[in-house]
């Protein structure tokens, strides 16, 4: 199922220009921070100890910080 919506990200939609190969790979990093960032909010929602919720937390900000830099 993944290959078929990677394929239909990457297929030109009619009255659509084609992505570039650079293009392409910065949609996929940012939808794989984007997976990464849902990821550590589940883990934030669940965790009590407060060590491990700090590293959650800065963890998210790295991500939000990544996300912001690709605009």
């Known amino acids: 199922m993944e290959d078929q919506q990677a394929e239909s990200?990457?297929?030109p939609a009619k009255g659509?220009?084609?992505?570039?190969p650079l293009e392409l790979a910065?949609?996929?990093?940012?939808?794989e921070l984007g997976?990464?960032?849902?990821?550590?909010?589940?883990?934030?929602?669940a965790a009590q100890n407060p060590r491990h919720r700090k590293m959650l937390?800065?963890?998210l900000a790295a991500l939000d910080a990544r996300l912001s830099q690709m605009g």
């Open 16 to 20: 659509k220009r084609q992505l570039t």
């Open 57 to 59: 937390e800065d963890a």
């Open 9 to 11: 990200m990457e297929a």
């Open 35 to 45: 997976l990464a960032r849902k990821d550590v909010l589940r883990q934030l929602e």
């Open 26 to 31: 910065k949609r996929r990093e940012q939808d």
